[in-house]
Protein backbone atom coordinates (compact mmCIF):
# COMPACT_ATOMS: atom_id res chain seq x y z
CA UNK A 1 0.00 0.00 0.00
CA UNK A 2 1.16 3.34 -1.16
CA UNK A 3 -0.98 5.46 2.18
CA UNK A 4 -2.41 7.60 -0.37
CA UNK A 5 -6.04 8.54 0.24
CA UNK A 6 -9.01 9.17 -1.72
CA UNK A 7 -12.63 10.29 -1.63
CA UNK A 8 -15.01 8.84 -4.84
CA UNK A 9 -17.94 10.83 -5.18
CA UNK A 10 -20.81 9.70 -7.63
CA UNK A 11 -19.02 6.29 -7.12
CA UNK A 12 -21.63 4.18 -9.01
CA UNK A 13 -20.74 0.61 -9.36
CA UNK A 14 -17.54 1.44 -7.92
CA UNK A 15 -15.15 1.17 -11.16
CA UNK A 16 -13.06 4.04 -10.71
CA UNK A 17 -12.57 3.66 -6.83
CA UNK A 18 -11.82 -0.02 -7.69
CA UNK A 19 -9.21 0.76 -9.95
CA UNK A 20 -7.58 3.20 -7.81
CA UNK A 21 -7.70 1.13 -5.34
CA UNK A 22 -5.84 -1.84 -7.13
CA UNK A 23 -3.08 1.07 -7.86
CA UNK A 24 -2.40 1.78 -4.08
CA UNK A 25 -4.91 4.01 -3.43
CA UNK A 26 -6.82 3.26 0.07
CA UNK A 27 -10.72 4.92 -0.62
CA UNK A 28 -11.73 7.20 2.69
CA UNK A 29 -15.01 7.89 1.70
CA UNK A 30 -17.33 6.97 -1.38
CA UNK A 31 -20.87 8.77 -1.64
CA UNK A 32 -23.94 8.18 -4.57
CA UNK A 33 -27.85 8.43 -4.80
CA UNK A 34 -28.80 5.13 -6.11
CA UNK A 35 -29.58 3.01 -3.80
CA UNK A 36 -28.47 0.15 -6.08
CA UNK A 37 -25.16 1.16 -6.75
CA UNK A 38 -24.52 2.22 -2.79
CA UNK A 39 -25.39 -1.40 -2.32
CA UNK A 40 -23.26 -2.68 -5.16
CA UNK A 41 -20.67 -0.88 -3.16
CA UNK A 42 -21.45 -2.49 0.34
CA UNK A 43 -21.87 -6.14 -1.03
CA UNK A 44 -18.16 -6.06 -2.57
CA UNK A 45 -16.29 -4.08 -0.26
CA UNK A 46 -18.10 -4.04 3.60
CA UNK A 47 -14.39 -2.07 4.75
CA UNK A 48 -15.48 0.49 2.18
CA UNK A 49 -17.15 3.62 3.60
CA UNK A 50 -19.67 4.18 1.43
CA UNK A 51 -22.60 7.20 2.53
CA UNK A 52 -26.02 7.04 0.32
CA UNK A 53 -26.15 10.89 -0.78
CA UNK A 54 -26.34 13.08 -3.83
CA UNK A 55 -22.42 14.81 -4.24
CA UNK A 56 -25.10 17.88 -4.60
CA UNK A 57 -26.38 17.73 -1.11
CA UNK A 58 -22.85 16.54 0.42
CA UNK A 59 -21.33 18.58 3.15
CA UNK A 60 -17.95 17.38 3.85
CA UNK A 61 -17.74 19.88 7.29
CA UNK A 62 -20.35 16.86 8.42
CA UNK A 63 -17.79 14.24 7.11
CA UNK A 64 -14.63 15.15 8.75
CA UNK A 65 -13.05 11.53 7.32
CA UNK A 66 -13.37 12.97 4.02
CA UNK A 67 -10.96 16.10 5.10
CA UNK A 68 -6.64 15.45 4.49
CA UNK A 69 -7.19 13.24 1.58
CA UNK A 70 -4.82 12.77 -1.72
CA UNK A 71 -7.30 12.07 -4.15
CA UNK A 72 -10.13 13.31 -4.81
CA UNK A 73 -11.78 11.25 -7.78
CA UNK A 74 -15.14 11.47 -9.89
CA UNK A 75 -16.76 9.09 -12.29
CA UNK A 76 -19.65 11.53 -13.29
CA UNK A 77 -23.02 9.83 -15.13
CA UNK A 78 -22.33 9.71 -19.05
CA UNK A 79 -25.48 10.78 -20.25
CA UNK A 80 -24.35 13.87 -21.86
CA UNK A 81 -25.01 14.02 -25.79
CA UNK A 82 -26.49 16.07 -28.96
CA UNK A 83 -30.07 14.46 -27.83
CA UNK A 84 -30.21 15.61 -24.58
CA UNK A 85 -28.41 18.99 -24.44
CA UNK A 86 -30.88 21.37 -23.21
CA UNK A 87 -33.06 18.64 -20.59
CA UNK A 88 -32.96 17.93 -17.51
CA UNK A 89 -30.37 14.76 -17.79
CA UNK A 90 -27.88 17.71 -19.87
CA UNK A 91 -28.38 19.79 -16.83
CA UNK A 92 -28.08 17.77 -13.84
CA UNK A 93 -24.45 16.57 -15.31
CA UNK A 94 -23.54 20.13 -15.62
CA UNK A 95 -24.23 21.36 -12.09
CA UNK A 96 -22.46 18.00 -11.34
CA UNK A 97 -19.51 19.16 -13.20
CA UNK A 98 -19.27 22.19 -10.93
CA UNK A 99 -20.09 20.50 -7.85
CA UNK A 100 -16.66 18.56 -8.14
CA UNK A 101 -14.72 21.42 -8.64
CA UNK A 102 -16.40 23.17 -5.45
CA UNK A 103 -15.58 20.38 -3.25
CA UNK A 104 -11.95 20.65 -4.07
CA UNK A 105 -12.23 23.92 -2.66
CA UNK A 106 -13.63 22.45 0.52
CA UNK A 107 -11.12 19.47 1.19
CA UNK A 108 -8.06 20.36 -0.93
CA UNK A 109 -6.79 17.30 -1.99
CA UNK A 110 -3.59 17.10 -3.53
CA UNK A 111 -4.74 15.66 -6.78
CA UNK A 112 -8.19 15.61 -8.49
CA UNK A 113 -10.09 12.96 -11.06
CA UNK A 114 -12.78 13.97 -12.91
CA UNK A 115 -13.63 11.73 -15.65
CA UNK A 116 -16.68 11.96 -18.43
CA UNK A 117 -17.79 11.76 -21.88
CA UNK A 118 -15.00 12.28 -24.48
CA UNK A 119 -15.93 15.99 -24.91
CA UNK A 120 -15.21 17.18 -21.95
CA UNK A 121 -11.51 17.36 -23.00
CA UNK A 122 -11.94 19.27 -26.29
CA UNK A 123 -15.91 20.16 -27.26
CA UNK A 124 -17.07 23.30 -27.72
CA UNK A 125 -19.94 22.48 -25.20
CA UNK A 126 -17.88 22.16 -22.39
CA UNK A 127 -15.92 24.67 -22.89
CA UNK A 128 -17.80 26.92 -20.20
CA UNK A 129 -17.24 23.96 -17.90
CA UNK A 130 -13.09 24.18 -18.93
CA UNK A 131 -12.91 27.74 -18.46
CA UNK A 132 -14.72 27.52 -14.97
CA UNK A 133 -12.58 24.90 -14.05
CA UNK A 134 -9.21 26.28 -15.22
CA UNK A 135 -9.91 29.33 -13.12
CA UNK A 136 -11.07 28.00 -9.55
CA UNK A 137 -7.84 25.15 -9.76
CA UNK A 138 -5.39 27.85 -10.93
CA UNK A 139 -6.46 29.83 -8.03
CA UNK A 140 -6.53 26.94 -5.50
CA UNK A 141 -2.71 26.29 -6.94
CA UNK A 142 -3.31 23.10 -8.84
CA UNK A 143 -1.82 22.94 -12.27
CA UNK A 144 -3.85 20.20 -15.02
CA UNK A 145 -4.20 18.32 -17.86
CA UNK A 146 -7.48 17.47 -19.96
CA UNK A 147 -6.99 13.69 -21.64
CA UNK A 148 -8.53 11.47 -23.58
CA UNK A 149 -8.14 7.75 -23.05
CA UNK A 150 -9.56 5.14 -24.95
CA UNK A 151 -10.44 1.77 -22.52
CA UNK A 152 -9.12 -0.39 -25.44
CA UNK A 153 -5.54 0.64 -24.58
CA UNK A 154 -5.72 -0.76 -21.28
CA UNK A 155 -6.61 -3.95 -21.71
CA UNK A 156 -10.46 -3.50 -21.75
CA UNK A 157 -12.46 -5.14 -24.61
CA UNK A 158 -14.53 -2.15 -25.11
CA UNK A 159 -14.10 0.88 -27.49
CA UNK A 160 -14.63 3.50 -24.79
CA UNK A 161 -13.08 6.79 -25.27
CA UNK A 162 -13.34 9.06 -21.82
CA UNK A 163 -12.22 12.35 -20.97
CA UNK A 164 -10.41 13.01 -18.20
CA UNK A 165 -10.23 15.80 -15.96
CA UNK A 166 -6.44 15.65 -13.66
CA UNK A 167 -5.28 18.17 -11.03
CA UNK A 168 -2.08 18.64 -9.31
CA UNK A 169 -0.76 20.62 -7.03
CA UNK A 170 1.71 22.86 -8.58
CA UNK A 171 4.56 21.44 -6.41
CA UNK A 172 3.82 18.28 -7.66
CA UNK A 173 2.29 18.72 -11.15
CA UNK A 174 5.98 18.12 -13.18
CA UNK A 175 6.18 14.53 -11.78
CA UNK A 176 2.73 13.36 -13.72
CA UNK A 177 2.30 11.40 -17.08
CA UNK A 178 -0.27 10.54 -18.33
CA UNK A 179 -0.69 7.18 -18.54
CA UNK A 180 0.80 4.95 -21.37
CA UNK A 181 -1.35 1.91 -23.22
CA UNK A 182 -0.61 -0.93 -21.26
CA UNK A 183 -1.32 -3.89 -24.23
CA UNK A 184 -0.49 -4.08 -27.58
CA UNK A 185 -3.13 -5.36 -29.26
CA UNK A 186 -6.79 -5.30 -28.10
CA UNK A 187 -8.85 -7.74 -26.85
CA UNK A 188 -11.57 -8.85 -28.40
CA UNK A 189 -15.29 -9.52 -27.00
CA UNK A 190 -15.32 -13.41 -27.77
CA UNK A 191 -11.69 -13.82 -26.08
CA UNK A 192 -13.43 -11.57 -23.00
CA UNK A 193 -15.89 -13.74 -23.08
CA UNK A 194 -15.23 -17.47 -24.12
CA UNK A 195 -15.60 -18.95 -21.06
CA UNK A 196 -18.61 -17.42 -19.64
CA UNK A 197 -20.33 -18.24 -23.34
CA UNK A 198 -19.07 -21.85 -22.37
CA UNK A 199 -19.93 -21.93 -19.18
CA UNK A 200 -23.68 -23.78 -19.23
CA UNK A 201 -22.34 -26.05 -22.09
CA UNK A 202 -23.30 -23.79 -24.83
CA UNK A 203 -22.48 -26.04 -28.33
CA UNK A 204 -21.88 -22.99 -30.24
CA UNK A 205 -19.41 -20.95 -27.76
CA UNK A 206 -16.14 -21.29 -29.60
CA UNK A 207 -17.70 -20.58 -33.02
CA UNK A 208 -19.33 -17.49 -32.08
CA UNK A 209 -15.99 -16.83 -30.10
CA UNK A 210 -14.43 -16.68 -33.85
CA UNK A 211 -16.96 -14.45 -34.87
CA UNK A 212 -16.92 -11.82 -31.85
CA UNK A 213 -12.75 -11.08 -32.83
CA UNK A 214 -13.03 -6.96 -31.99
CA UNK A 215 -13.62 -4.85 -29.02
CA UNK A 216 -17.25 -3.92 -28.13
CA UNK A 217 -18.37 -0.72 -29.02
CA UNK A 218 -18.95 1.68 -26.22
CA UNK A 219 -21.53 0.58 -23.65
CA UNK A 220 -24.13 2.78 -22.86
CA UNK A 221 -25.78 2.83 -19.10
CA UNK A 222 -28.62 5.54 -20.06
CA UNK A 223 -30.49 7.52 -17.65
CA UNK A 224 -32.19 5.81 -14.58
CA UNK A 225 -35.40 8.49 -15.96
CA UNK A 226 -35.48 6.96 -19.29
CA UNK A 227 -35.93 3.39 -21.77
CA UNK A 228 -35.00 -0.07 -20.38
CA UNK A 229 -31.65 -2.27 -20.76
CA UNK A 230 -29.87 -2.34 -24.43
CA UNK A 231 -26.11 -1.96 -25.89
CA UNK A 232 -26.38 1.03 -27.12
CA UNK A 233 -27.60 3.57 -30.15
CA UNK A 234 -28.24 2.05 -33.80
CA UNK A 235 -24.56 2.06 -34.91
CA UNK A 236 -23.88 -0.06 -31.75
CA UNK A 237 -26.31 -2.22 -32.38
CA UNK A 238 -25.78 -2.76 -36.05
CA UNK A 239 -21.68 -3.79 -34.81
CA UNK A 240 -22.90 -6.02 -32.73
CA UNK A 241 -25.49 -8.01 -35.06
CA UNK A 242 -22.02 -8.47 -37.31
CA UNK A 243 -20.84 -10.46 -34.05
CA UNK A 244 -24.14 -12.58 -33.74
CA UNK A 245 -25.43 -10.66 -30.68
CA UNK A 246 -28.34 -9.04 -30.29
CA UNK A 247 -27.93 -5.76 -28.66
CA UNK A 248 -31.96 -4.50 -28.50
CA UNK A 249 -32.12 -6.13 -25.10
CA UNK A 250 -29.89 -7.56 -22.34
CA UNK A 251 -29.96 -10.93 -21.81
CA UNK A 252 -31.21 -12.84 -18.27
CA UNK A 253 -28.84 -16.10 -18.71
CA UNK A 254 -25.91 -17.31 -20.81
CA UNK A 255 -26.69 -19.53 -23.69
CA UNK A 256 -27.39 -23.28 -22.58
CA UNK A 257 -26.59 -26.02 -24.65
CA UNK A 258 -29.94 -26.29 -26.51
CA UNK A 259 -29.69 -23.17 -27.79
CA UNK A 260 -29.57 -22.29 -31.90
CA UNK A 261 -27.18 -20.01 -32.90
CA UNK A 262 -27.99 -19.05 -36.43
CA UNK A 263 -27.81 -14.95 -36.98
CA UNK A 264 -29.38 -15.38 -40.31
CA UNK A 265 -32.29 -15.91 -38.69
CA UNK A 266 -31.74 -12.60 -37.30
CA UNK A 267 -32.30 -11.51 -33.59
CA UNK A 268 -33.87 -14.43 -32.98
CA UNK A 269 -31.03 -16.51 -33.91
CA UNK A 270 -28.65 -14.13 -31.95
CA UNK A 271 -26.97 -14.34 -28.54
CA UNK A 272 -27.69 -11.56 -25.92
CA UNK A 273 -25.36 -10.50 -23.40
CA UNK A 274 -25.81 -10.59 -19.67
CA UNK A 275 -25.40 -7.45 -17.24
CA UNK A 276 -22.27 -10.10 -15.67
CA UNK A 277 -20.74 -10.27 -19.04
CA UNK A 278 -21.26 -6.55 -19.88
CA UNK A 279 -19.67 -6.07 -16.33
CA UNK A 280 -16.45 -8.11 -17.97
CA UNK A 281 -16.24 -6.03 -21.30
CA UNK A 282 -15.86 -2.90 -19.13
CA UNK A 283 -12.78 -4.61 -16.67
CA UNK A 284 -14.48 -5.63 -13.96
CA UNK A 285 -13.30 -8.65 -12.18
CA UNK A 286 -15.54 -12.11 -12.17
CA UNK A 287 -16.50 -11.82 -8.77
CA UNK A 288 -17.58 -7.84 -8.50
CA UNK A 289 -21.55 -8.38 -7.91
CA UNK A 290 -23.66 -6.07 -9.85
CA UNK A 291 -26.91 -5.55 -7.27
CA UNK A 292 -30.46 -4.45 -8.02
CA UNK A 293 -33.20 -4.99 -10.69
CA UNK A 294 -31.95 -5.64 -14.36
CA UNK A 295 -32.13 -2.59 -16.17
CA UNK A 296 -30.96 -1.07 -12.69
CA UNK A 297 -27.97 -3.29 -13.03
CA UNK A 298 -26.76 -2.56 -16.42
CA UNK A 299 -27.27 1.39 -16.06
CA UNK A 300 -24.49 1.11 -13.39
CA UNK A 301 -22.25 -1.82 -15.49
CA UNK A 302 -22.83 0.94 -18.59
CA UNK A 303 -21.90 4.43 -16.64
CA UNK A 304 -18.87 2.67 -15.01
CA UNK A 305 -15.60 3.71 -15.47
CA UNK A 306 -13.67 0.72 -16.51
CA UNK A 307 -10.90 -0.23 -13.67
CA UNK A 308 -8.34 -0.84 -15.47
CA UNK A 309 -8.25 2.77 -16.69
CA UNK A 310 -8.99 3.72 -13.06
CA UNK A 311 -5.73 1.49 -12.13
CA UNK A 312 -3.89 3.46 -14.84
CA UNK A 313 -4.46 6.69 -13.46
CA UNK A 314 -3.79 6.12 -10.18
CA UNK A 315 -0.21 4.50 -11.32
CA UNK A 316 0.25 7.92 -12.97
CA UNK A 317 -0.73 9.72 -9.93
CA UNK A 318 1.30 7.74 -7.21
CA UNK A 319 4.53 8.43 -9.51
CA UNK A 320 3.75 12.67 -8.75
CA UNK A 321 2.34 12.49 -5.60
CA UNK A 322 5.23 10.51 -3.78
CA UNK A 323 7.85 11.84 -6.34
CA UNK A 324 6.68 15.57 -6.47
CA UNK A 325 8.56 18.06 -4.52
Known amino acids: MSGLTLVDVCSGAGGLA ?21 TTLQ ?21 PVSHDVDLLSAGLPRVKSSATVGRADSQAEERLLEAAIYLVHA ?98 AARWTAQADRPAPTLVGGSRNRGGADLGPTGAKNTWATMGVDAHTVGDVIPGPDFDWNPELGRDGMVKITVEQAALLQGFPEAWEITGR ?14 PVGRALGRSLLAALNGGE
Open 18 to 38: LGLEQAGFEPRLLLDDDEAAV
Open 43 to 63: TNRPQWNVLHTDLLDFDPAEH
Open 107 to 204: IRPRAVIIENVPGLAHSDEYQQFRDFARAELAHLGYEFSWLVLNAVDFGVPQNRRLGVLVAVERQRARAFQPPAPTVQEPMTVGVALEASMASRGWKD
Open 294 to 307: KTARYRQVGQATPP
